[in-house]
């Protein structure tokens, strides 16, 4: 099991001074789903823009396969990070090819074509995301659990060691919300991708990570097993409201409710 990302002692602060990430250390391996958990404003984004490389931190190292990402160039670590958002937004209507081709662009020399292996890979992301069959399809006119299936594509295509989802189910009825973590769960363990997905959805992350990290002011309050992080204790003084948690009587992973 090789370790993709490590993080050791990151301390990060806007322009405005207040530290956004404080004293932070965070292993990701092979093959292992990461939940971030926290309030809004706790520092889950800002963890993830770092572990991109669009934040550098002022304090600590990321180290990205062994090498500290501020070593990486822009194009490098493209190659090996991926970022999925809330929700896209695109200006022209693309096809539904043509955003999960955008992902082999850190692959392509300046004014360079993608070739017949681009979309070789393009084509396999689609199909290991489920969404081959929109191909054509405008982006413009997908729905949000079929766009966000494109979007995983697109990271896919990006062919990465570390895939980051920040809030990715937060638009999306309870179908697709399960669609998405049934998604990322199986392409974790499959592809051997270290993966870290920001939610609010506290069940599901609870159901389907191997491990959560719960934040708070920017600041990690626990991190464990979901059993360890999801209890009532816990919640409580993240979250700052009453809650009970008990078991899902199904799956028997943990469960909250407002109380
Ligand atoms: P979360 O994703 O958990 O809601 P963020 O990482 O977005 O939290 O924010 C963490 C803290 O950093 C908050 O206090 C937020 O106000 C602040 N922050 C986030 N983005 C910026 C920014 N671009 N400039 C200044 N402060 C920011
Ligand atoms: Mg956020």
Redesign the pocket.
Known sequence: MGRVISLRQVGFS???G?W??TGLDLDVDRGELVGVL????????????IVDGLLAPQEGVVRLNGRPVSDYSRAELAREVAMVGQESHFRFSFSALEVVLMGRFPYLGRFQFEGERDMEVARDAMEATHCLYLARRSIHELSGGEKQRVMIARALAQEPSMVLL??PTSFLDLRFKKEVFDLIRALTHERGLGVLV?THDIDLAAAYCDRLVL?KS?RIHTTGIPEEVITASHMEAVYECTVSVDRNPKTGSPRVTLV
């Not at 926290?38 to 823009?49: A, Q, R």
């Open positions: 806007y322009d405005d207040a956004a990430l926290g309030p809004n404003g706790s520092g889950k984004s800002t963890l993830l823009k920040d809030e920001a934040l920017g």
